[in-house]
Nanobody, 125 residues
Framework: QVQLVESGGGLVQAGGSVRLSCAAS????????MSWFRQAPGKEREFVAF???????YYADSVKGRFTISRDNAKNTAYLQMNSLKPEDTAVYYC???????????????????WGQGTQVTVSS
């Protein structure tokens, strides 16, 4: 049974930091690219960060320089380190796994095979 389980969300003050984790099981983690998306109330789900099977990464312009995506293949876990948080970063954060991707597809939610249930991050001003 495939599972992606996010953890680490919560309430944080603006300027603070949070580290999200995404624990994967039920599939060969090493073979999948991983991404983080987020969805704020009343808004569409949006791409945040991507990491391929090893260390290649891409970020949305809105988080570049503040967020860092990483993965530990030995632990089947992906991470999102979020620094200098802003109130507009408030959202439910989801991790997702993709077996195949291209430079034109990694920001598209419909290209991902598996999704977690999401974890809430709330940034207070």
């Amino acid at each position: 049974q495939v599972q992606l389980v996010e953890s680490g969300g919560g309430l944080v003050q603006a300027g603070g930091s949070v580290r999200l984790s995404c624990a994967a099981s039920g599939f060969t983690f090493n073979n999948y690219a991983m991404s983080w998306f987020r969805q704020a109330p009343g808004k569409e789900r949006e791409f945040v960060a991507f990491i391929n099977w090893s260390t290649g990464t891409y970020y949305a312009d809105s988080v570049k320089g503040r967020f860092t995506i990483s993965r530990d293949n030995a632990k089947n876990t992906a991470y999102l380190q979020m620094n200098s948080l802003k109130p507009e970063d408030t959202a439910v954060y989801y991790c997702a796994a993709a077996r195949y991707f291209s430079s034109a597809s990694y920001t598209r939610a419909d290209r991902y095979d598996y999704w977690g249930q999401g974890t809430q991050v709330t940034v207070s001003s």
